[in-house]
């Protein structure tokens, strides 16, 4: 059984930095893309960014582009989004996602923004 | 950016009734190698989204018959033949073939009348 559990989340003050992280099982972690979506609350989702398989290639939405840093550990089966120079529209939980077409996603993290 | 537009953003529906959703590209989703990457997604209260349909109309596995995913070019649907109370939620159109950035609907909320 597929299995994505994030983790990382937490309240940070604007201008913060968190690291998310994504442990990943029941699957083979190192053949699989893998994604990052957020989704403010109460409202929808927003994809965040994409990396391959190995790493090699990432993408990021405009709205976090040269603030936010993905990447992956294949020997540990893991996933992680490195969110720097926070803003209050940051806030919202964070989910790791499989597949360039989203097949299973995990429970989220929640990243708060405030003062 | 290719823009979805879904319709309508909330819906009512008595149980054993059908329902239907609209989601609308700004630009087809036809892809160079003739697939059409159009994905929907639904999201319970409190929890995270679950892959509903892939590529306009393939069922993920696990998902009742009563979801049906169709369309082409711009233009795509889903529905659920007869609506159960487990099917209350958001769902969400998503199209990965012109991208990045991959880019969602703004949701559609289905409540039981």
């Known amino acids: 059984e597929v299995q994505l559990v994030e983790s990382g989340g937490g309240l940070v003050q604007p201008g913060g930095s968190l690291r998310l992280s994504c442990a990943a099982t029941g699957f083979t972690f190192s053949a699989s893309n893998m994604n990052w979506v957020r989704q403010a609350p109460g409202k929808g989702l927003e994809w965040v960014s994409w990396?391959?398989?190995?790493?090699?290639?990432?993408h990021y939405a405009d709205s976090v582009k040269g603030r936010f840093i993905i990447s992956r550990d294949n020997a540990k089966n893991s996933l992680y989004l490195e969110v720097n120079s926070l803003r209050d529209e940051d806030t919202a939980v964070y989910y790791c996602a499989k597949g360039t077409w989203h097949e299973n996603w995990g429970q989220g993290t929640l990243v708060t923004v405030s003062s | 950016d290719v823009v979805m537009t879904q319709s309508p953003l909330s819906l009512s529906v008595t149980l054993g009734q059908p329902a239907s959703i609209s989601c609308r590209s700004s630009?087809?989703?036809?892809?160079?190698?003739?697939?059409?990457?159009l994905n929907w997604f639904h999201q319970r209260p409190g929890q995270s989204p679950r892959r509903l349909i892939y590529k306009v109309s393939n069922r993920d596995s696990g998902v009742p018959d009563r979801f049906s995913g169709s369309g082409s070019g711009t233009d795509f649907t889903l529905k659920i033949s007869r609506v159960e109370a487990e099917d209350v939620g958001v769902y969400y159109c998503m199209q990965n073939t012109h991208w990045p950035p991959i880019t969602f609907g703004q949701g559609t909320r289905l409540e039981i009348k």
């Open positions: 990396i391959s398989t190995s790493g090699g290639a990432v």
């Open positions: 630009q087809s989703l036809v892809y160079t190698d003739g697939n059409t990457y």
